[in-house]
């Protein structure tokens, strides 16, 4: 069974940089796209980006651009997010998660826990 | 970008009723159109994929249809554990966009 696990809760000051982590257990397939989705508090969910580390394809969202950065390891099957230029605006649940496919027509299956960033001074 | 709009925004149900959510696109995302459902405080879960595929492990009484712009999540027997939001996202476009959900709550 396919398992997400992010990185802890984090507390930023607005301008800084916040950069999670995602690892894939139980899995040994390359084919699959990792997303992060993030959701700030009382609201619905924002697709910010999406990679294929066995394709080394990467998509963002045109109003993250330049401010958010999508990477992957495939050899540790760890995933990371950065995003820059923080303000509170950015207070929200990050959350990754996986489409057990290149191709987006099957949804994302699987998901992780979640990660609370607060940006606040 | 294809815009998401839910039809309710939320609802009222009884345990046992069937309940319809509509979802509609402002341009067609060729069916890669999803349903997922999230419980306060946990992560979105997803239970239709490509408009009328129940997701592996997800009870019979969810199912999709629609086409086109306009796509339908029927919860046919309302269960205590189906009281949640329902998100449904279209994968066909660039940015991936989820509506904004519809609340479905205990009358």
């Known amino acids: 069974q396919v398992q997400l696990v992010q990185s802890g809760d984090e507390v930023k000051k607005p301008g800084s940089s916040v950069k999670v982590s995602c690892r894939t257990s139980?899995?040994?397939?390359?084919?699959?796209?990792l997303s992060w989705v993030r959701q700030a508090p009382g609201q619905g969910l924002e697709w910010m980006g999406r990679?294929?580390?066995?394709?080394?394809?990467?998509n963002y969202a045109q109003k993250f651009q330049g401010r958010v950065t999508i990477n992957a390891d495939k050899l540790t099957t760890l995933a990371y997010m950065e995003l820059s230029s923080l303000t509170s605006e950015d207070t929200a649940v990050y959350y990754c998660?996986?489409?057990?496919?290149?191709?987006?027509?099957?949804?994302?299956?699987?998901w992780g826990q979640g990660t609370t960033v607060t940006v606040s001074s | 970008d294809i815009q998401m709009t839910h039809f309710p925004p939320s609802l009222s149900a009884s345990v046992g009723d069937s309940v319809n959510i509509t979802c509609r696109a402002s341009?067609?995302?060729?069916?890669?159109l999803h349903w997922y459902q999230q419980k306060p405080g946990k992560a979105p879960q997803l239970l239709i994929y490509?408009?009328?595929n129940l997701h592996s492990g997800v009870p019979s009484r969810f199912s999709g249809s629609g086409s086109g712009t306009d796509f339908t999540l029927t919860i046919s027997s309302l269960q205590p554990e189906d009281f949640a939001t329902y998100y449904c996202?279209?994968?066909?476009?660039?940015?991936?966009?989820f509506g904004l959900g519809t609340r479905v709550e205990i009358k």
């Open positions: 998660a996986r489409g057990s496919s290149h191709d987006p027509y099957f949804g994302i299956d699987v």
């Open positions: 139980g899995s040994t397939s390359s084919s699959y796209t």
């Open positions: 990679i294929i580390p066995s394709l080394e394809v990467i």
């Open positions: 341009q067609t995302p060729n069916n890669y």
């Open positions: 490509a408009v009328d």
């Open positions: 996202q279209q994968t066909y476009g660039f940015p991936w966009t």
